[in-house]
T-cell receptor, first 111, second 112 residues
């Protein structure tokens, strides 16, 4: 089946640093989504991408839909302690409403 | 004003029991989903359901069944619980054909 490889698996950074994470797929996706999950909560949608090459921002977060349609990137600028959590990429192809999720990137921010 | 809610938040039960988890959404969405998140945080789709179509992930055992009394609810029934069913189960919803899914807070199921 489809797989999404998300990296890095975890990051420990200093407050104020910028963060980059990415997701690659073995097949083409038509939609990429980025979610954040806080401990004990459900994932919350951060950014949705619908076109190859699309670059979309949400505050300090910027995500891009890769040109090959097989990857996506999420950047967080000037990290703050509340950015701590697990970030998931998710992709959808033409085969229905099902989303495939990456394994997550656990972000830890040191004040 | 909770968008997607689930009950219970925690569920501890013995192996072999049958249990249900309830999900309700007040977003007016017509498609709902169940996901399983294991101890390594991998999120896996179990079911996608709207009033016309149930899509089942083929890896889900038939001990799991979704039941939808109406468009705003999708409950998850689990028969003959096994140790490996221990996980956090998330309900989600979206508008049909729209990719943006909104998740509930999760139900942590522990099977002893």
């Amino acid at each position: 089946g489809q797989q999404l490889n998300q990296s890095p698996q975890s990051m420990f950074i200093q407050e104020g640093e910028d963060v980059s994470m990415n997701c690659t797929s073995s097949s083409i996706f038509n939609t990429w989504l980025w979610y954040k999950q806080d401990p004990g909560e459900g994932p919350v949608l951060l950014i949705a991408l619908y076109k190859a090459g699309e670059l979309t921002s949400n505050g300090r977060l910027t995500a891009q839909f890769g040109i090959t349609r097989k990857d996506s990137f999420l950047n967080i600028s000037a990290s703050i302690p509340s950015d701590v959590g697990i970030y998931f990429c998710a992709g959808r192809n033409n085969a229905g409403n099902m989303l495939t999720f990456g394994g997550g990137t656990r972000l830890m921010v040191k004040p | 004003d909770t968008a997607v809610s689930q009950t219970p938040k925690y569920l501890v039960t013995q192996m072999g029991n049958d249990k249900s988890i309830k999900c309700e959404q007040n977003l007016g969405h017509d498609t709902m989903y169940w996901y399983k998140q294991d101890s390594k945080k991998f999120l896996k789709i179990m079911f996608s359901y709207n009033n016309k179509e149930l899509i089942i992930n083929e890896t889900v055992p038939n001990r799991f069944s979704p039941k939808s009394p109406d468009k705003a609810h999708l409950n998850l029934h689990i028969n003959s619980l096994e140790l490996g069913d221990s996980a956090v189960y998330f309900c989600a919803s979206s508008r049909r054909g729209i990719n943006e899914q909104f998740f509930g807070p999760g139900t942590r199921l522990t099977v002893l």
